[in-house]
C-alpha cells in the first residue's frame, strides 16, 4: 500500500454506484518522458509496466461487444506503448470515439514526430495536460522546457485543424493547481487561457478542463513532507458539494490498468483499490475480459477519502468541472 495512504483520516464520503458504464479509461502503462509533480499515476522515464497486445486484444472485444461508446486512452504517456496506434485505429473501426490524453511533449520524442498527423488522420480527441498559460509555472511543475515544447505541440496540432472551428477535431486543455489549493472557476480561467495563448502564440482549443489534484503518489508524497496533506483533506472535504455527486466520473467510466485489471476509476487504480462485482463471493479481481455479458449498473463504488478531490467546489474529473454541468451550464457534461 502506499506510504501516503496511512495518513488519510476516514472521512465517511458517501455511498455512490454506478449507471452503465459507457466509456472504458484504459491506462497502457505508467512510462512517461516526463516526471511531474503533480502526477496521481507517478509515471516517469524509469517506469517499465506497459499494456501487451494480447491485453489490447481484450479491451477490443469488450469495445466490440460491450457496447462502450467511448475508449479513454491514458498513461504514462500511452503513445509510448508500441501497441497504441493499433489500440486507435481499431477502435475507431468499431466506431468507437476515442480519446487521447496526451502532455504535448510527445509529439517531439525521437519516434513520434509524425504523431500529431495519425491523431488527425484518425480524428481522435485530444486532451492535453497545459497547468498554465506561462512558462513559468509549467516549467516549475513539470520541467524546465516544457512549456516552449508544450506551445510548439500545440501549434502543430492547430496547424492540422485541431481547435479550429468547423474542423471537428477537438483539442481539449488540462489545468492543475500549483499546490494544496482548489482550481479557480473553469469557465473563467477558459477565458484567461483563450486569450493568453492566442494573444501569445496564436493558439486556438476548445475547452479547459480544471482538475483538482489528487491527494495520492507523487503530489500525496509532497503534501505529507510539506506537512500539507491533513490541511489539504480537511480543505477537500469542507469543500464538498453532494450536487456534484452525480456528475463524478466513475458513474459511466470503468478503469483499466496495464494488466487489464478493473477498477472504479483511474485514481482508484493507483491505490489498490479494484472494481469488485461480487462482493458476498469475495471477488477480488475482475479483468476486462469479464465485462463481456455483464452489467454494471447499481454495482457499489469503491469511494476513500480521495474522492473528494472530486466532489469539493465545483467539482473535478477527468472531464473537467462537474458543477456546471449538473446546473446545465457547461458545454460538455463531466464523463470521464
Not at 510539506?226 to 456534484?244: E, P, S, T, V
Amino acid at each position: 500500500m502506499h506510504a501516503t495512504i496511512k495518513f488519510m483520516q476516514w472521512y465517511g464520503f458517501p455511498a455512490i454506484s454506478r449507471y452503465r458504464p459507457e466509456t472504458l479509461q484504459v491506462n497502457l502503462g505508467y512510462r512517461c518522458n516526463q516526471s511531474c509533480i503533480h502526477c496521481h499515476v507517478n509515471a516517469g522515464p524509469h517506469r517499465t509496466e506497459e499494456m501487451s497486445r494480447e491485453t489490447i486484444a481484450d479491451v477490443l472485444a469488450v469495445l466490440a461487444l460491450a457496447g462502450m461508446k467511448t475508449l479513454d486512452i491514458t498513461g504514462g504517456a500511452p503513445e509510448l506503448n508500441p501497441h497504441f496506434r493499433e489500440l486507435v485505429e481499431r477502435s475507431i473501426e468499431l466506431g468507437v470515439h476515442v480519446i487521447d490524453r496526451c502532455n504535448l511533449t510527445i509529439l517531439e520524442e525521437p519516434g513520434h514526430e509524425d504523431l500529431a498527423q495519425f491523431l488527425a488522420r484518425q480524428r481522435v480527441e485530444v486532451v492535453a495536460s497545459l497547468p498554465c498559460y506561462s512558462a513559468e509555472n509549467v516549467d516549475r511543475q513539470r520541467g524546465k522546457g516544457v512549456f516552449e515544447s508544450s506551445v510548439r505541440g500545440l501549434q502543430r496540432l492547430n496547424a492540422l485543424g485541431y481547435g479550429r472551428e468547423g474542423s471537428g477535431l477537438v483539442l481539449n486543455l488540462v489545468y492543475n493547481p500549483q499546490g494544496a489549493s482548489l482550481p479557480p472557476a473553469q469557465a473563467a480561467l477558459e477565458l484567461d487561457y483563450k486569450r493568453e495563448l492566442k494573444a501569445g502564440f496564436g493558439i486556438e482549443f476548445n475547452q479547459l478542463y480544471t482538475l483538482a489534484n489528487m491527494p495520492i503518489q507523487r503530489f500525496g508524497s509532497t503534501l505529507v513532507s510539506k506537512r500539507q496533506f491533513n490541511d489539504y483533506m480537511a480543505l477537500l472535504k469542507g469543500a464538498h458539494r453532494d450536487d456534484n455527486l452525480e456528475s463524478v466520473m466513475c458513474r459511466t467510466l470503468v478503469s483499466v490498468d496495464w494488466r487489464g485489471y478493473l477498477y472504479d476509476c483511474d485514481f482508484n487504480q493507483m491505490l489498490d483499490l479494484p472494481l469488485v462485482i461480487d462482493r458476498e463471493a469475495g471477488e477480488r479481481r475482475v479483468h476486462v475480459s469479464q465485462l463481456i455479458g455483464r452489467d454494471l449498473s447499481g454495482n457499489p463504488i469503491a469511494v476513500r477519502d480521495h474522492c473528494y478531490a472530486c466532489t469539493a467546489g465545483q467539482g473535478s474529473s477527468c472531464g473537467g468541472a462537474l458543477a456546471d454541468a449538473v446546473h446545465g451550464t457547461a458545454t460538455r457534461a463531466a464523463r470521464g
